[in-house]
């Protein structure tokens, strides 16, 4: 089974905190996934890496930045949080290499970090 | 903006019932459309999933309808039970590894 793991269930941070939301997959992956999650919006793409060191942006960047060191670990931190971010965040990865056919496949998903910022 | 529209936003149905949950999208490079699942305090996990090359997938009470022409497709939940109660997000992809979602249907199954 693949198995993502998110480093906190709730975190509760202050505003202008440096904030550091950690994903780990244990099935050698090769594309790892940020999103958040808000009623009524579905799940919008933050940042995606789809290759150790490599990372892209996706839909709503801003305020946030990434780092991918290692293959199976992928770290979400947020420079200086702000009321707005409070949010569900979950981490998702894929296999899809590369130099596959297919870019898409199938995302699995850590159980997300219950984000509150005060 | 959100590329891919979903409707409704919550349902209720009796057990035994059907679900109908649609979704739109306007990309027409979009060729990729999972469904996802997701219970409370868990992460969504794909449901099913569908590529344009054919009109309809089924697995078990589950199935994908697909209309390449409207650019709609829907899932459909057959003889609904209570454990279906959950939130469905359709997504489409364009082969970039990225997925674009709707906004979520919240499933109600009333035994």
Known sequence: ?118 | QQQVKQSPQSLIVQKGGISIINCAYENTAFDYFPWYQQFPGKGPALLIAIRPDVSEKKEGRFTISFNKSAKQFSLHIMDSQPGDSATYFCAASKNDYKLSFGAGTTVTVRA
């Open chain 1, 1 to 118: 089974d693949v198995k993502v793991t998110q480093s906190s269930r709730y975190l509760v941070k202050r505003t202008g905190e440096k904030v550091f939301l950690e994903c780990v997959q244990d099935m050698d992956h090769e594309n790892m996934f940020w999103y958040r999650q808000d009623p009524g919006l579905g799940l919008r793409l933050i940042y995606f890496s789809y290759d150790v060191k490599m990372k892209e942006k996706g839909d709503i960047p801003e305020g946030y930045s990434v780092s991918r060191e290692k293959k199976e670990r992928f770290s979400l931190i947020l420079e200086s949080a702000s009321t707005n971010q409070t949010s569900m965040y979950l981490c998702a990865s894929s296999f899809a290499p590369l130099s596959g056919g297919y870019r898409t496949d199938t995302q699995y998903f850590g159980p997300g970090t219950r984000l509150t910022v005060l």
